[in-house]
């Protein structure tokens, strides 16, 4: 059921012979699988977090600072994620995103660095702007010029992705000789995060709220459309849980990230720019949300809209599950699929963006290795292999949890061969648990 | 029974080969507005290949097919569907991964004014028509994978009925079916032929040919053996034309 979310459920009533447990999820409708999914992060938090306390004697993991940046490091790979999913569900794979982020990032940093300034002036207000979209249709076309020769030249995805892969990091290379392209334009790196690249603790009080009416919006317009059609309804009070649980998850995360302060360093540099005198016990300023992590969730929005609410969602799933039975049904699957890849082009352009704003230049490695960090998240975040089965939420979460492990792991002085292989080894057992959770719930 | 007037469809010496073998080879069957002509042969006859030739999932080395009388392209399934060519396949064609209303309205679904799938509409109407067919259908919200073959099968069925088929193209329809279903299938079958369709049927069955259908057309080897008209015959002509590939003397 991890396809589509169900609009209803209509086993009948047999509750009294399920546990309470059972009770529970049935009456809320939560996914196992998601319950599953935010265990294993638990468990990934806290155990480094308590690791750092009893070996080092304070943890670092559970601290908003740590929590803020390592919600910015994941924002890259989980917009990639997003489009991996679909990727994934087709039966198809995209070895070439990390290379495209390195192009597309290049590409955009010799634009915004080399170029546009000589037309439009340095620091001109719409540099940032041509240059993301010049990214994001780069991503694009390289990603459309992809799915043709998958779906219009027969060549499978596997090698002409993995000869993407060696094309474009080379590519990137010869467009700058191999420098790097540094600083970026002002306001792209704002796309980055850092503490001017985030909206503070007003903006992410507003945010918050209207996250809170969306959630509470969506559980009421979802209870009166069940209710047009005589479906069964949820019981009051697991609406009510849902609405609680969602708004204190949110409300939750904008006291995290308005509990990390600037740095006095930055403090001291804003202020003497904008002539403020700092008091001598210091100056709170939050971060509030990045706005790398608010790019991820308009992603992660609209790519779920886009696969529960739209036809081409539908026509996603269908080809992952049967490839002829949606040709039969009058699909065009070669469109489908050349759409796909283009789509997933134009977000590794879209995590390029982030990338190299982050990074506050376009390096030559940029994006290496991220193809398979954002095909593990996708995996472990519930995308079936077999194709026809994922969601974009498991998938984002998926890549929080391997960056948790990435950054916990350096937190705590893991050296990157340790890295590499504990990762390695997530990411053959998350699949194995898969199977286990598949052939269990079948 | 005579048939007078434009045929609902022709197809007119069809042929198609894959790799030098011709699966169908100047094949002409036609059809008429509320009959059922049966498609009989031996497995690899060519029946299959024949209509999906008309379902578009195939297209035709040479031959024309005529929809009451015009000439039409049929060179992918939404054509065939623009014609009102409704099929249902050997295997069902169902996303296994999709619930029955998913796959109802595969390619075909309800959006709302904002252009988004209105599932909750196509769960209601799948839930009609469901229940018109096989009021037992109670599982509306798993995967089809998790459905039994009748109940895929009607998941099938209700696709081809649902959207006001002319022309009704079913491929061993009650294969996977057991007898209280098979009869069903029966009943349905006359009810749409009452309506005015078209239903052109491949069946292995004999008794169910001289009990459902009212011409037969049989194949071998590719090649069209002859049509009978299915009162004017007995089983064992029949057999002999699928077995000995030779048309009965019909005048007899």
Known sequence: ?442 | MTNTGTPLVEMRDVSISFGGIKAVDHVTVDLHAGEVVGLLGHNGAGKSTLIKCLSGAYQADAGEVYINGEKVEINNPRDARAQNIETIYQTLALADNLDAASNLFLGREIVNSMGFVDEAKMEAETRKIMHRLNPNFQKFNVPVSALSGGQRQSVAIARAVYFNAKILIMDEPTAALGPQETQMVAELIEELKKQGLGIFLIEHDIHNVMKLCDRASVMKNGKLVGTVNVDEVTDEDILGMIILGKPVAQAA
Not at chain 1, 6 to 33: H, K, Y
Not at chain 1, 110 to 134: D, F
Not at chain 1, 162 to 175: H, K, N, S, T, Y
Not at chain 1, 216 to 236: A, E, I, K, V
Request: proline residues 3%; glycine residues 14%.
């Open chain 1, 1 to 442: 059921m991890a396809d589509t979310p169900p609009t209803t459920t209509d086993i009948p009533s047999n509750d009294t012979d399920l546990s309470p447990v059972g009770r529970f999820l049935r009456a809320t409708e939560i996914d196992t699988r998601l319950l599953g999914m935010i265990g294993a992060l638990m468990l990934i938090w806290f155990g480094f977090h308590f690791y750092g306390v009893i070996v080092n004697g304070q943890g670092f993991f559970l601290t908003p600072r740590n929590l803020w940046n390592l919600s910015v490091q994941t924002s890259s790979i989980g917009i990639m994620a997003t489009g991996m999913v679909l990727v994934i569900i087709t039966r198809n794979i995209d070895l070439s995103v990390g290379a495209l982020v390195g192009v597309t990032a290049m590409v955009m940093g010799i634009l915004q660095v080399e170029i546009l300034p000589q037309y439009l002036g340095l620091g001109h207000g719409s540099i940032w702007i041509v240059t993301v979209i010049v990214g994001m249709t780069l991503g694009a076309t390289i990603g459309a010029f992809h799915g043709w020769l998958i779906a219009y030249r027969g060549i499978p995805a596997f090698i002409v992705t993995l000869g993407g892969l060696l094309i474009w990091r080379g590519c990137a290379f010869l467009a700058a000789g191999g420098k790097t392209i540094s600083p970026v334009d002002e306001t792209f790196a704002l796309l980055g995060g850092g503490p001017y690249g985030a909206i503070g603790s007003t903006g992410s009080w507003i945010v918050g709220l209207l996250a809170c009416a969306g959630v509470l919006w969506m559980l009421y317009s979802g209870r009166q459309n069940r209710r047009r059609h005589d479906f069964r309804l949820r019981p009051m009070w697991a609406e009510t849980f849902l609405g609680a649980l969602g708004c204190g998850v949110i409300l939750g995360s904008v006291l995290l990230v308005n509990a990390y302060p600037w740095p006095k360093g930055i403090i001291r540099q804003w202020a003497a720019r904008n002539d403020i005198e700092v008091p001598a016990e210091g100056l709170f300023i939050s971060h509030g949300f990045a706005i790398p992590v608010l790019i991820l969730i308009v992603v992660g929005i609209l790519m779920t809209i886009l696969m529960t609410r739209t036809r081409f969602g539908r026509y996603v799933f269908a080809i992952g599950g049967n490839p002829e039975a949606a040709a039969l049904a009058g699909i065009n699957t070669r469109w489908m699929v050349l759409k796909i890849f283009a789509l997933m082009g134009m977000l590794a352009g879209l995590a390029g963006v982030v990338a190299s704003a982050r990074l506050n230049s376009a390096t030559n490695a940029l994006g290496l290795l991220d193809e398979l960090y954002v095909i593990a998240a996708a995996v472990i975040g519930g995308t079936s292999l077999a194709g026809g089965v994922g969601t974009i939420y498991g998938a984002i979460l998926g890549a929080l949890v391997m960056q948790s492990l990435q950054s916990g792991m350096v937190l705590i002085g893991f050296d990157t061969a340790i890295q590499q292989i504990v990762v390695g080894m997530v990411l053959v057992f998350a699949v194995y648990l898969d199977n286990l959770y598949r052939s269990k719930s079948k």
